[in-house]
């Protein structure tokens, strides 16, 4: 398995502009996660799906931020509009029932200007 | 919701020593904790995890032990090498439903010294 999968691993983007992150879970995994990293905040938890369908976005830092998961293989964080703030690294993770193959995608470095 | 506080923030040992990064944890009820391995430009991969019915994994230089009495669990790094070097996180599953939620420590630099 190719592991989960993110992309774009970087992006640079102008204050105000949107931004949308994708993933590709693992095959089979039932949850899906999304995570921002900063070094002020550390990992920090934004919404997390079960069987396609979130289930805790309380994590999400405003209005701005928005997650979905159309299916099982695919999903997307977006961020309408972008602020200097809001430059982190992206993590995407799934995992079968009771964290089980808990697993990190590579990130999306992102940059406002 | 679980609290998760990691110690220390940096830790510098000369190759060959061992390393020891500790983990507190609030809830009582959590059975699951896992350690992440996070290389630099990298995403946290997972290394050794250990459930509550167990004291102490071992997996060839690392371990992990637990002791729910007094809520920590510590990472354990034999024989270290300079490509031990990066950031280590503990995890603890945050009190929910179904899912397993994590909640991150703050992080431990970790840097091995040739």
């Known amino acids: 398995d190719a592991g989960v999968i993110q992309s774009p691993r970087h992006e640079v983007t102008e204050m105000g502009q949107e931004v949308t992150l994708r993933c590709k879970p693992i095959?089979?995994?039932?949850?899906l996660f999304w995570y921002r990293q900063t070094m002020m905040r550390g990992l920090e938890l934004l919404i997390y799906?079960?069987?396609?369908?979130?289930?805790?976005d309380s994590g999400m830092p405003e209005d701005r931020f928005s997650a979905k998961m159309p299916n099982a293989s695919f999903s997307t964080l977006k961020i309408q509009p972008s602020e200097p703030r809001d430059s982190a690294v992206y993590f995407c993770a799934s995992s079968l029932a009771n964290g089980v193959g808990y697993t990190f995608g590579s990130g999306t470095r992102l940059t406002v200007v | 919701g679980e609290n998760v506080e990691q110690h220390p923030s940096t830790l510098s040992v000369q190759e060959g020593d061992s390393a020891v990064i500790k983990c507190t944890y609030s809830?009582?009820?959590?059975?699951?904790f896992p350690w992440y391995k996070q290389e630099l430009g990298k995403g946290p991969q997972l290394i050794i995890d250990?459930?509550?019915?167990?004291g102490e994994k071992k997996d060839q230089r690392i371990a992990v032990t637990l002791n729910k009495t007094a809520k920590h669990f510590s990472l354990h790094i034999t024989e270290t090498q300079p490509e031990d070097s990066a950031v280590y996180f503990c995890a603890a599953p945050i009190s929910s439903g179904s899912a397993m939620q994590l909640t991150f420590g703050s992080g431990t630099q970790l840097t091995v010294l040739p």
């Open positions: 809830d009582s009820a959590s059975n699951y």
């Open positions: 799906f079960n069987n396609n369908v979130p289930i805790d």
């Open positions: 250990i459930r509550s019915n167990v």
């Open positions: 095959s089979g995994h039932d949850y």
